[in-house]
T-cell receptor, first 114, second 114 residues
Framework: NAGVMQNPRHLVRRRGQEARLRCSPM?????VYWYRQLPEEGLKFMVY????????ESGMPKERFSAEFPKEGPSILRIQQVVRGDSAAYFC????????????FGSGTQLSVL | DQQVKQNSPSLSVQEGRISILNCDYT??????FLWYKKYPAEGPTFLIS?????DKNEDGRFTVFLNKSAKHLSLHIVPSQPGDSAVYFC?????????????FGKGTHLIIQP
């Protein structure tokens, strides 16, 4: 399967724990985007990364959230000290280039905070 | 500040009829528009797109119309089939900005009635 791979599919955390969401882009894609979908809401842009660089993090909450896309390995979205309001579906997407490229999405990680 | 609006949360259409999904945008910098389809527990998948230099793009049963002066686009599906039942997201981007993700609407849940 050469599509965008996200894991885990479901992640359950207690308040105050850390959540790590992983995303491997499609083969040949070097641009990664993270989106969050809250219940009854659309997809909200969080962050856009290229290898080893954060290009745009304007949609990322200023505290507790961080993202990286290292030279080797998947992109990681990290949420520290999770709260109930972080419960959502987190989608990763990748593209070959930037600026008008269509995005290919993974199946998402459903984060549930107890 | 919602730059891409889908004002109908849901739409019910009889099988075989035409489905028309609407989308409005406010950002005049947007020049590339996309429609994504999403099934439950899956990531969005790309359906069709249109550049602002066109006013219509057709792909099989799917046609997207763009009215730049009204900042409005619509997706037509004809004839509608049961497998079309899904949430449809309208998305937009500015290719001039280059390093951007897509801005999504909240989605319209299309239900095809047998």
């Amino acid at each position: 399967n050469a599509g965008v791979m996200q894991n885990p599919r479901h992640l359950v955390r207690r308040r105050g724990q850390e959540a790590r969401l992983r995303c491997s882009p499609m083969k040949g894609h070097s641009h990664v985007y993270w989106y969050r979908q809250l219940p009854e809401e659309g997809l909200k842009f969080m962050v856009y990364l290229q290898k080893e660089n954060i290009i745009d993090e304007s949609g990322m909450p200023k505290e507790r959230f961080s993202a990286e896309f290292p030279k080797e390995g998947p992109s990681i979205l990290r949420i520290q000290q999770v709260v109930r309001g972080d419960s959502a579906a987190y989608f990763c997407a990748s593209s070959r280039g930037s600026g008008g490229e269509k995005l290919f999405f993974g199946s998402g990680t459903q984060l549930s905070v107890l | 500040d919602q730059q891409v609006k889908q004002n109908s949360p849901s739409l019910s259409v009889q099988e075989g009829r035409i489905s028309i999904l609407n989308c409005d945008y406010t950002n005049s910098m947007f020049d590339y528009f996309l429609w994504y389809k999403k099934y439950p527990a899956e990531g969005p998948t790309f359906l069709i797109s249109i550049s602002s230099i066109k006013d219509k793009n057709e792909d099989g049963r799917f046609t997207v119309f763009l009215n730049k002066s009204a900042k409005h686009l619509s997706l037509h599906i004809v004839p509608s089939q049961p497998g079309d039942s899904a949430v449809y997201f309208c998305a937009a981007t500015s290719t001039a900005r280059g390093a951007d993700g897509l801005t999504f609407g909240k989605g319209t849940h299309l239900i095809i009635q047998p």
